[in-house]
């Protein structure tokens, strides 16, 4: 019998997470879920993609179905060069590298940045997926404040005066889990710690296409080029099971991405870069992300309405311009954890906020809210089941 | 600045390898390379790709473009459990993990299992991919001996006696990069040394299917199933673009494989294993795979042949059953890379076989031809190349 010793010491920081242990009771019929994270079905451009497949196999031929370069297909890089402009962002198509999603560019800045125990500094709450990219490389995690306009610069700053840390991992707009976006003057702020402090920062943005009202932000990528590796993903915008992101990175952070990604799966679904690269260049993106905001902002109203009417008025949440999720925070002494599970008995989920923070003990009274995958009169039903179960608890 | 200060202990393992910079020579106009290692374009099903794509959106809708289970889409592992039965390997749907290619199964493995310093039993010579997957994880590598029928049981007995080795990696089947299969008694002697040892083999098998003549071998994982992550994958039997792979392993393995791939790309795309789902489930895979082998099969012929009328008769050659390569080896005294590089300057080329050892100064005299890209006539043409530089070195 093969047993436990074959595992590498490295398993020890790899285990299931509680988060899905406690979302595994989401299963039952009946259910309506705000504790999702994933975009709604009815986003995809299903007859467009139809569509497209017919497309890219006559344009590409074989080329679509044969191995390609690791670093990602051309037509797919050039296309994102010109869309990355619109951003603001300058990226010929040797600074691009396409991962299997935006977890495989994190996993492997993970790969090729973290030794063990190594600091990685981490806003509080962050994104979970990129903990389980980073945590099998073994690093220490140091956590930085934030408030409701995201990562507060003056926390980043003193963390990489008492810290070696190798980078900082942000998601500056629509984060995951709050919903918030970093101001301007934060990015700025935070563009000149970067180069000041010579820290390489990995920005993740693959929500900022989805904002529903204000003017974009400009990306901290285009304040601090040589010091951000900026990485975006088609999930939110196409389709996540394409798995398709990408990441413009300093040359140096590229080019050693590119060598963990050949070990790791070669280069990622050819025909699926394809279908990105005719998505893009024919304009689709841009027409098609204003459907998703079509279907996602209206959702998103209903929900504040509803908090607005019901939650308790102690209660603080986001919100957001844009994104999938809203973060409410309940007054001291609240237990969210305690609370999910009232309310998942009454077919009414959300996910506990403490779940998203790298150190244990805070953000127990936090709740994360998903405003993509349940129809409008779901969210308002299970805003209202939340808000009394809240209401009962004091 | 981001300079080399932020990159892991782990990258003195992962540079650039020495046979991706000798084969960048190839990219000349007119060059006739055996050097490649991937199938023939025109190997691809295109038409009924564009069929399969159509009826995969109609049939799961959305499905097909949402994130899916970590362990892959319930139909592609309903249809490769039916699949695996015909070559006498019992997994039901959960037995199986898809990765995104057998690369990423690699990876995989050695992520959950390989500690610095740990040691890897390889074939001498063994796959190349391999290498490169398990390298950043921080291996020791021991070295089995081989010959026409492949490992030499023997050896790997010694090396577990003399050595605690972490697994065994094989490519017991018409191996890359020579071509050779294992015999069914060794394999029985090879499974048994697994049991008594109770050691893991990674048993790596992309090429069975492409079988030009004899009877199939049962695989080691039908001799020691507990024994035994048997990998397969569909680059060579569909497209290796869509990067699909897939994994029976004993159980405490799958899981684990499970989670580290969780971190690395969520899933490996829907849309992709949808595919390949309608490509096994509707008998294309039967009746394209024979399609395959009509292609190949002449191929082979023609670079034996040629071999057989052209190279010194002191060089000694596989005659494998199947695949896509054929290794040779010359007299002592012989150094192939030379060879290497009065070939391409005359446009014909081959991979240099020291590049697929662990051991520096092994194979030196060897060299590995592949059959599938080349048209017979280039086959032809370029072993008589090969051919008349060999002769002229002596």
């Not at 806003?123 to 389980?132: D, F, K, N, R, S």
């Not at 601090?224 to 140096?252: C, E, I, N, Q």
Request: charged share 20%; with cysteine; net charge negative.
């Amino acid at each position: 019998m093969i047993s436990e010793r074959i595992l590498s010491t490295r398993t020890s920081r790899m285990g299931a997470s509680a988060i899905r242990e406690i979302l595994k009771l989401l299963g039952q019929p009946g259910m309506v879920s705000l504790a999702g994270g994933i975009p709604a079905p009815e986003s995809f451009p299903m007859d467009l993609i139809r569509e497209l497949s017919d497309q890219v196999l006559v344009k590409y031929g074989s080329k679509a179905l044969q191995y390609d370069l690791t670093e990602g297909f051309v037509p797919l890089r050039e296309a994102l060069s010109v869309e990355l402009k619109n951003r603001g962002i300058v990226a010929g198509v040797d600074d691009i590298v396409i991962t299997s999603g935006s977890q495989g560019a994190l996993d492997a800045i993970g790969k090729i940045c973290i030794s063990p125990g190594d600091t990685v500094a981490m806003e509080a709450p962050t994104y979970l997926g990129a903990i389980q990219a980073f945590n099998p490389y073994g690093p220490n995690y140091v956590r930085m404040d934030t408030d409701d306009d995201g990562l507060i610069p003056e926390s980043m700053e003193n963390v990489l005066k008492t810290h070696t840390v190798k980078f900082v991992y942000l998601v500056p707009t629509f984060q995951n889990p709050t919903g918030r976006t970093l101001s301007l003057e934060r990015r700025k702020r935070i563009a000149a710690i970067a180069q000041e402090q010579d820290v390489l920062i990995i920005e993740d943005d693959p929500y900022s296409a989805l904002r529903f009202s204000g003017e974009p932000i400009p990306p901290i990528k285009t304040l601090a080029p040589d010091h951000v590796a900026y990485m975006g993903s088609f999930s939110k915008v196409l389709s996540p099971g394409l798995r398709l992101g990408y990441t413009v990175a300093p040359h140096l952070i590229g080019r050693w991405m590119t060598l963990a990604k050949q070990g790791v799966d070669l280069n990622t679904s050819t025909l699926g870069q394809a279908l990105a690269a005719e998505y893009i260049a024919g304009g689709h993106l841009v027409t098609h992300v204003r459907k998703i905001i079509d279907l996602y902002a209206p959702k998103q109203k209903a929900m504040l309405e509803a908090m607005d009417a019901h939650f308790p008025s102690e209660w603080r949440y986001s919100r957001p311009a844009g994104g999938m999720f809203v973060w409410a925070e309940g007054p001291d002494g609240v237990e969210t954890e305690t609370l999910y599970h009232t309310c998942v008995a009454r077919k009414a989920a959300f996910v506990p906020g403490k779940f998203f923070y790298t150190e244990k003990g805070e953000g127990l009274a936090t709740m994360r809210l998903n405003f993509t995958m349940a129809s409008v009169d779901q969210i308002r039903w299970a805003i209202h089941v939340i808000a009394d179960a809240i209401r009962e608890s004091h």
